[in-house]
């Protein structure tokens, strides 16, 4: 049986936990976009898109490990920020990409440095995640990839690509229609799951918002 004070504590954090979840299952889940575009007019619009703030959900699943983290990313033309924190809020990771590379900053405050994102994120985490790709296929826009395919409504359905040895390939398995002043409205992913050998990456993108 459980002394009085680890019992105390054991229920505070049951209530945490089930409060958390609770959150999370109210949050507010974007209609999935039914607009059709014309793929080239629609291309050069992601292409525009420079500067966005997001923030989502990912799901890490390999033979050896799982995870599950919430993430926040910020772009402009200078720098990308991502940010992972866990589902109770301590950041995990915050890594920061410029022309000059990347810098990432843990939870105990240490820093490092490396000229490569890809090489850094996969240092720091055991993750392997083509990160340089991803600030574009985030968007919908499959740029660098070998092939592509579009779906009823002429946004990418799926690509793929080959990195070294590495064949990456990204299913857009739904989107959301968002709406700014400037770009009018416009359907960017909801849900993504990117795929490599037997590792999986899925992608919910609770809220998008555009700057130009």
């Not at 054991?10 to 974007?30: D, H, K």
């Not at 997001?54 to 799901?59: P, T, V």
């Not at 890594?95 to 890809?118: C, F, M, Q």
């Not at 993504?192 to 037997?198: I, R, V, Y």
Request: net charge neutral; with cysteine; proline share 6%.
């Amino acid at each position: 049986m459980l002394k009085p004070s680890l019992s105390q504590t054991f229920n505070q954090l049951l209530l945490l936990i089930f409060t958390t979840l609770y959150l999370a299952g109210c949050e507010s889940v974007p209609e999935e976009s039914q607009l059709n575009v014309q793929f080239e007019p629609h291309r050069q619009r992601l292409e525009s898109i420079q500067n966005y703030q997001l923030r989502g959900k990912l799901g890490y699943l390999s033979p050896d490990q799982r995870q599950s983290l919430n993430f926040t990313w910020n772009r402009t033309p200078e720098a990308s920020q991502l940010r992972l924190t866990s589902f109770l809020g301590q950041t995990v990771l915050n890594l920061t990409i410029t022309p000059e590379g990347a810098k990432a900053v843990t939870s105990d405050g240490e820093v490092y440095r490396h000229p490569s994102p890809n090489a850094l994120v996969y240092q720091l985490t055991g993750l392997v995640l083509p990160i340089t790709y991803m600030q574009d296929w985030i968007k919908g826009l499959p740029t660098a990839a070998d092939n592509f395919t579009l779906n009823d409504t002429n946004t990418v359905a799926t690509l793929n690509k080959l990195t070294g040895l590495q064949r990456w390939e990204m299913q857009y398995l739904s989107y959301q229609t968002v709406s700014s002043a400037e770009f009018g409205a416009i359907p960017l992913p909801y849900k993504m799951q990117l795929t490599q050998s037997d590792f999986t990456l899925k992608i919910v993108i609770s809220k998008w918002t555009l700057n130009g």
